[in-house]
């Protein structure tokens, strides 16, 4: 059974900062791409950082990029994601997901089978 925790959210003041946490259990996060992805009310699902397989790969959403850092920490089978000077538009639902099988790159939401219960940002002006 592949379990996904994410942890880490919680409400901050515009130009702060946050760190997301993903534990994985049942599944090795080195092995296939991962990713964050948000959801915000009435909007669609976006992704927001991914991760190839051993995070040989890291790509980003060009609203978060030189902001957000995708990380990971294989020792502890945890993948990050580091966001710095948040913005009230980065409020949302934050996600953690994986693919199933051996993946380079993906921005496929249908690809990511696995995912976490979400943990929400909210980012006050």
């Known amino acids: 059974q592949v379990q996904l925790v994410e942890s880490g959210g919680g409400s901050v003041q515009a130009g702060g900062p946050l760190r997301l946490s993903c534990a994985a259990s049942?599944?090795?996060?080195?092995?296939?791409?991962m990713g964050w992805f948000r959801q915000a009310p009435g909007k669609e699902r976006e992704g927001v950082a991914g991760?190839?397989?051993?995070?040989?790969?890291?790509y980003y959403a060009d609203s978060v990029k030189g902001r957000f850092t995708i990380s990971q920490d294989n020792a502890k089978n945890t993948m990050y994601l580091q966001m710095n000077s948040l913005k009230p538009e980065d409020t949302a639902m934050y996600y953690c997901?994986?693919?199933?099988?051996?993946?380079?790159?993906?921005?496929?939401?249908?690809?990511?089978?696995?995912w976490g219960q979400g943990t929400q940002v909210t980012v006050s002006s």
């Open positions: 997901a994986a693919v199933p099988s051996s993946c380079g790159r993906s921005w496929w939401l249908n690809d990511y089978k696995y």
């Open positions: 049942g599944y090795t996060i080195s092995s296939a791409c």
């Open positions: 991760m190839g397989s051993g995070g040989s790969t890291k």
